[in-house]
Nanobody, 125 residues
Framework: QVQLVESGGGLVQAGGSLRLSCVASGRTFSNYAMGWFRQAPGKEREFVAGITSSGGSTSYADSVKGRFTISRDNVKATTYLQMNSLKPEDTAVYYC??????????????????WGQGTQVTVSS
C-alpha cells in the first residue's frame, strides 16, 4: 500500500501561482511513476502531468504545457506540481496518483494504483 496526501491547494486570482505537494508513505516511493489529475464539477477526471520514477521523463496535458511543472524528490518521497499563470478553467480538485509501471508516464487514470484524497484549487477571474 502507498498512502498519498496532497496539500497546497487554495483560492488564487487568475494569473497567479500555486504549488501542490503530494507526500507518499508506505512503499518505496522511487518505485512508482507519479501523476497529477484533476476533476472539475460535472466533468471527467483528466490527466494533468506525470513523471517517471527517476524523474527523467515528464509529460503534460496540452492545456497546461508551459504553465505547469511536475517534479519529484525521491529522498523526501514527495511530488510537486508548480502551477503558474493560472486560469479560471484550471479550477478543480487536484489528485496525485502512483503507478507501479515506473518507467513510463501513463495518461489514463485506470493505470494508477494509488490515489490521494485531493486538494481544491479555485482560480477566480
Amino acid at each position: 500500500q502507498v498512502q498519498l496526501v496532497e496539500s497546497g491547494g487554495g483560492l488564487v486570482q487568475a494569473g497567479g501561482s500555486l504549488r501542490l505537494s503530494c507526500v507518499a508513505s508506505g512503499r518505496t516511493f522511487s518505485n512508482y511513476a507519479m501523476g497529477w489529475f484533476r476533476q472539475a464539477p460535472g466533468k471527467e477526471r483528466e490527466f494533468v502531468a506525470g513523471i517517471t520514477s527517476s524523474g527523467g521523463s515528464t509529460s503534460y496535458a496540452d492545456s497546461v504545457k508551459g504553465r505547469f511543472t511536475i517534479s519529484r524528490d525521491n529522498v523526501k518521497a514527495t511530488t510537486y506540481l508548480q502551477m503558474n499563470s493560472l486560469k479560471p478553467e484550471d479550477t478543480a480538485v487536484y489528485y496525485c496518483a502512483a503507478d507501479r509501471n515506473r518507467g513510463t508516464v501513463r495518461v489514463g487514470s485506470v493505470a494508477y494504483d494509488y490515489w490521494g484524497q485531493g486538494t481544491q484549487v479555485t482560480v477566480s477571474s
